[in-house]
């Protein structure tokens, strides 16, 4: 492809690009990465306070309190190797 093409159709997609941000059909990289961020927070959140709760409220034995603990670590651990894959990608 000619250089002058080239440029041409990298103006018509930059162009196209703003006009879709505009119109919010199209998300700044940093507003998702926040956002994910935010949302991985919450999830870590949940799953460091939920065995607690359960004891409690539930009447967990320790032995099923420790158990249900490792599971959400091992739930948190395999969500990092997935969203790490991802952002490697």
Avoid: C
């Amino acid at each position: 492809m000619n250089p002058h093409l080239r440029l041409a159709q990298a103006r018509a997609i930059e162009t196209e690009d703003r006009i879709r941000l505009r119109r919010g059909e199209l998300v700044e990289a940093h507003d998702v990465e926040r956002t994910y961020g935010m949302l991985a927070q919450f999830v870590a959140r949940a799953f460091e306070t939920a065995p607690d709760v359960v004891e409690r409220d539930v009447g967990l034995t320790p032995q099923q309190a420790a158990r249900l603990e490792k599971h959400f670590d091992e739930m948190r651990a395999a969500l990092h190797r997935q969203w790490t894959e991802l952002s490697d990608d």
